[in-house]
């Protein structure tokens, strides 16, 4: 069932700059700036160009104004996982049918792989847009992060297996963050360079921003980490 989301955007005016003068955990009330209404199961988040993107009724949308642009399969089940990072390249993940379709900046499908049919045994259960015409995946199978090239259908294995089961991830171009089930943080590289990063907070939600900071949310506080500086912001109104 849908349900409609007010969402409330907060700025962060303390920024790395300002890093230096706090040893100490800081508590900031965060004032609301503005806030929109909309009805979906799932809102994704905005891209460059200010298309807002979100799942309703399994169904993938872009919305700007009165643009609205549509997508849907229900051949393949849930949309399990969206990658943004490209407008032009959208990534979707349909974990149940093990297979990835991409999408051009006006929802049309440019191709659809199954990785169940690759000459290798992939079964992905994390995935999201690479460099080269390559996506992350992280096989299940051999609990290793790959790189697949999708042009030339090509499999590489980058990390030695995962000691823990992944409880969060998260991609950029160059590199495939996780969070394991201890609370451990790591990145890899297209290189396959893997680096432990740190023990990350208990937390509800989190959004990584780079190699030393992260973004998460427990009970009713928002909180900026970044190394040994931890930044709380409580919520004025937070309503689902």
Same mark, same amino acid.
């Given at each position: 069932?849908?349900?409609?989301?007010?969402?409330?955007?907060?700025?962060?005016?303390?920024?790395?700059?300002?890093?230096?003068?706090?040893?100490?955990?800081?508590?900031?009330?965060?004032?609301?700036?503005?806030?929109?209404?909309?009805?979906?199961?799932?809102?994704?988040?905005?891209?460059?160009?200010?298309?807002?993107?979100?799942?309703?009724?399994?169904?993938?949308?872009?919305?700007?104004?009165?643009?609205?642009?549509?997508?849907?399969?229900?051949?393949?089940?849930?949309?399990?996982? $969206?990658?943004?990072?490209?407008?032009?390249? %959208?990534?979707?993940?349909?974990? &149940? @049918? *093990? +297979?990835?379709?991409?999408? =051009?900046?006006?929802?049309?499908?440019?191709?659809?792989?199954?990785?169940?049919?690759?000459?290798?045994?992939?079964?992905?259960?994390?995935?999201?847009?690479?460099?080269?015409?390559?996506?992350?995946?992280?096989?299940?199978?051999?609990?290793?992060?790959?790189?697949?090239?999708?042009?030339?259908?090509?499999?590489?294995? $980058?990390?030695?297996?995962?000691?823990?089961? %992944?409880?969060?991830?998260?991609? &950029? @171009? *160059? +590199?495939?963050?996780?969070? =394991?089930?201890?609370?451990?943080?790591?990145?890899?590289?297209?290189?396959?360079?893997?680096?432990?990063?740190?023990?990350?907070?208990?937390?509800?939600?989190?959004?990584?921003?780079?190699?030393?900071?992260?973004?998460?949310?427990?009970?009713?506080?928002?909180?900026?980490?970044?190394?040994?500086?931890?930044?709380?912001?409580?919520?004025?109104?937070?309503?689902?």
């Amino acid at each position: 069932m849908s349900k409609t989301a007010s969402f409330i955007f907060y700025i962060l005016f303390i920024c790395c700059s300002f890093s230096a003068l706090f040893s100490q955990s800081q508590r900031i009330t965060a004032p609301s700036v503005s806030h929109f209404t909309i009805d979906a199961d799932e809102f994704l988040g905005y891209d460059s160009f200010g298309f807002s993107y979100q799942i309703k009724n399994n169904v993938f949308s872009k919305i700007k104004g009165k643009e609205v642009f549509e997508y849907k399969n229900v051949s393949l089940g849930n949309i399990t996982k $969206v990658d943004l990072q490209n407008p032009l390249k %959208i990534v979707l993940f349909y974990e &149940d @049918f *093990n +297979t990835v379709v991409l999408l =051009d900046n006006q929802l049309n499908k440019i191709t659809e792989i199954n990785f169940s049919l690759d000459n290798t045994p992939i079964v992905v259960s994390a995935i999201g847009m690479s460099t080269q015409n390559q996506l992350w995946i992280y096989n299940a199978l051999n609990q290793q992060i790959s790189l697949f090239d999708y042009l030339k259908n090509e499999y590489k294995t $980058v990390s030695t297996p995962l000691i823990e089961p %992944i409880k969060y991830y998260q991609t &950029d @171009f *160059n +590199t495939f963050y996780w969070i =394991d089930k201890k609370n451990n943080w790591f990145s890899c590289d297209i290189f396959g360079k893997t680096t432990a990063l740190g023990n990350v907070a208990d937390f509800d939600s989190i959004e990584i921003i780079n190699n030393h900071q992260y973004l998460f949310s427990k009970a009713i506080c928002c909180i900026l980490k970044t190394l040994q500086v931890q930044i709380q912001m409580h919520f004025l109104k937070l309503k689902f």
